[in-house]
């Protein structure tokens, strides 16, 4: 893909699902990848794991920690350079199961503290370390805030994911507009990758699978690395004129 190679890229949540996928496929494509995670140690285990397939750092982030903020990316300037491709894609997990009933504020502020506060005050370090050089932000949003759960799906036992990810996901489309028109003039673009469902069957419920299916157009969830396909199109080149837009890569689900 245009624009990837001898890349400096910053996946924040890099060790998990998605953000390994985006992680392999950036490193295949010959971008330096740093991979963050709040555990240094769980970085480096990654680094070593994948170590054949890319050059990768491992690097230690805490985003609701305006100081691990700073560190984070002094470290990468420190060790490969500047970052021209970030991948905001981790989210706070801690706390989201809770039921609604039990809900309580800081289920919403340590939430939005990560994934929005942390994630736009990162991009904002990053992009004035930019000197003029173009890059490319990417989002991870989710088709939780565009529609609903269709509670229908879910079996006994198994809940959606709650109203607060919905709100944060709605939230990180808003942010992408707004800084992809506060940052388009310096050559920075900023989009949002909206996934559907991803199949993960150690933790899915076959009942889950088989009705999430049949609600695509496509009759199946998703693989991590189709994710990882489009965000490597966003990141790259070849979206040079694609900036402040959503795009969705759910399998037709919330086409029809
Ligand atoms: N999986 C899906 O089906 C799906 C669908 C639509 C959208 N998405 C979105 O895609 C992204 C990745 O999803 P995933 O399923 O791959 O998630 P995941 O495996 O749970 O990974 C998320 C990562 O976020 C990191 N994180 C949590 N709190 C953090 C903090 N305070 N500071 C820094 N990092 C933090 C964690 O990494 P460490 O523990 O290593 O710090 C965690 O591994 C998320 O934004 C999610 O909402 C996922």
Redesign the pocket.
Known sequence: MNGLKDRIALI??????????IARRLGSEGATVAI????LS??ERWVDDNKESGKYIPVQ?????EQ?IADCLKCVLDRAGVPTLLV???????GVSLPFEKLIHSSFTNLF???IA?HILLARKIVDALDGRPASIV??????AQVGPDRRIYPQGMSP?PVQ?SAV?AA?ESATRWLAAQWGSRGVRVNA????????PARQPEEFLARYSQKTMLGR??R?DE?ASAAAFLASDEASYVTGHCLVVDGGLTAW
């Open positions: 924040t949540g890099a060790t998990g699902l998605l953000g390994s996928a963050a995670s709040r555990s769980k970085a982030l805490d985003l609701s920690n691990s905001a894609n981790a989210s706070l997990r801690e503290a990560v994934d942390g989002f991870l949003s989710s088709i939780y994911a990810y996901k990180a990758l909206v996934p559907g469902g991803v199949a993960a969830m998703a991590a994710v």
